[in-house]
């Protein structure tokens, strides 16, 4: 059955104080004509999307629940994306690869899968990073299977991807296993390291995360690359036992000529120097939150004051956090916000990319969503537009049933950004891959906004800009 695209409630600024009395205050309904039945109202004309975002493509990719989070490289001359894809399509988990040289017209122009995919199980793919080492593109995918099947301790696979267009020099080169943790990576980040390595960083069955050295992973090094691990607090271990990182960012920070590690998991959101990968120094700690007993997605601002953290549940806002106090040394913990925001008070935003004043987010049910965090206290929605296309309350796996309760994780997962031209790409669960442009926003460098040209976006051949220069790159 084919719902129509309903409208959401906008929230535009709102309080540290996050009661829903509070989100409440601030709402405007778009404008409806009626219901499609089955409590989804829908939109008059136009109303799919704010004025200001362009569709420019959408690719379905299948049946629902199998499109994951994704990545866009980021050099115009090299326009893919890797989209994850989960277990549950006809071809089983693996990754889809769009091609956007003419964005308007992008397609799906390969799709790499694992080997035996009848005899996996599992969610399988779930996130994908690339990076460039060597003058070679290579591109990661992370996996999750279980013991039932084989590979339960595969936390990801590289593949070459440097000849493309040409998908047929696509090869796979390596892979990474943990059979000391089975399960696999569900979210892995690879960062260029002022010391000149290209580092995955991975989550893992356990209250940890490991780093690994790509140059060595894909020449086979008997220890996988392996060059250290960033362990969740013991304090929150022996309160909160079992559980690890769900997700994170790493960045550089020009001013403490520090590489910053930003991770959400279990407890809440943890913040560590991580210059020396082999001995991370933990620097500052978001805990205690109300609300909240363990992090989901964590991205810091362009200056590293200012954090934007998740918390997957309905009804919950993302937060935003500075961290100067516990930064300078003020506090040891940090335990309260600043300021809020959510698209629908109703529903829950969760993955997002800040471009700073944007926070440009993948809002589960509500879409593409975009915000300004000029004033952190008080941040506003510039932008959005509904990809998803089903009822209310339809989550993972489609069904709302008394004993599983409402569940609105379905939708907008993953979402990133080109900065060289403002290109904006979605992942939906349900209804496959889109791009989008917003008016004004052509492209992003922190220079032209007064801040570090700072982002997830990695300069793979020169490194963290501000960094010194490493003697030698492995």
């Known amino acids: 059955m084919k719902y129509a695209l309903r409208p959401r409630v906008k929230i535009g600024a709102t309080a540290a104080v996050l009661s829903l009395a509070a989100f409440a205050a601030g709402v405007a309904q778009q404008p409806m004509s009626g219901s499609t039945g089955n409590n989804v109202p829908h939109f008059e004309p136009g109303g799919q999307g704010s004025r200001n975002i362009h569709l420019l493509a959408h690719v379905p990719l299948g049946r629902g629940f199998t499109t994951t989070d994704m990545e866009i490289e980021q050099e115009l001359s090299r326009p893919y994306a890797y989209v994850s894809r989960m277990e549950g399509t006809t071809h089983s988990a693996g990754t889809s690869i769009i091609n956007l040289k003419d964005p308007t017209r992008a397609y799906e122009m390969y799709y790499w899968r694992i080997h035996d995919p009848d005899v996996h199980h599992g969610m399988g793919a779930m996130d994908n990073k690339y990076f460039k080492l060597s003058g070679r593109y290579y591109d990661v995918q992370s996996l999750q299977f279980d013991a039932g099947g084989p590979d339960a301790d595969l936390g990801a696979m590289v593949l070459d991807v440097t000849g493309l267009p040409d998908t047929s020099k696509i090869k796979e080169v390596g892979g990474i296993r943990e059979p000391q943790f089975p399960g696999g990576f569900h979210n892995i980040y690879m960062y260029k390291h002022s010391d000149g390595r290209s580092l995955l960083f991975a989550t893992l069955n356990t209250p940890k995360a490991n780093i690994y050295d790509m140059a060595k992973v894909i020449t086979n090094d008997p220890n996988q690359g392996l060059v250290g691990s960033i362990p969740i607090p013991q304090e929150q271990q022996s309160i909160r036992r079992g559980g690890g990182y769900h997700d994170f960012y790493v960045g550089y920070d020009p001013v403490s000529h520090q590489d910053r590690f930003y991770g959400a998991g279990v407890g809440g959101y943890y913040i560590y120097d991580v210059t020396a990968p082999d001995a ?14 363990g992090g989901h997605t964590f991205t810091p601002d362009a200056t590293g004051r200012y954090v934007v953290a998740e918390t997957e549940y309905q009804y919950a806002p993302l937060r935003i956090f500075d961290l100067k106090p516990g930064l300078d040394g003020t506090v040891k913990n940090i335990s309260r916000p600043i300021g809020a925001w959510t698209a629908d008070w109703r529903n829950l935003v969760h993955n997002h990319e800040v471009r700073w004043p944007y926070v440009f987010v993948s809002g589960y049910e509500d879409g593409l969503q975009v915000f300004n965090m000029m004033d952190p206290s008080n941040p506003y929605t510039v932008g959005y537009y509904y990809t998803y296309d089903g009822p209310h309350n ?14 609105v994780m379905n939708g907008a997962f993953g979402v990133d950004v080109r900065n060289a031209d403002g290109l904006i790409v979605i992942s939906d669960f349900a209804t496959g891959f889109w791009a989008f442009k917003m008016e004004g926003f052509d492209g992003w460098n922190g220079h032209q906004w007064g801040v570090p040209n700072v982002s997830s976006a990695q300069d793979w051949d020169n490194g963290p800009e501000g960094a010194p220069k490493p003697g030698k790159v492995s």
């Open 280 to 293: 991370p120094k933990l620097l500052t700690s978001i805990t205690g939150v109300a609300g909240v007993t």
């Open 394 to 407: 339809r989550g993972w796996g489609g069904v709302q049933t008394p004993e599983a309760g409402q569940n």
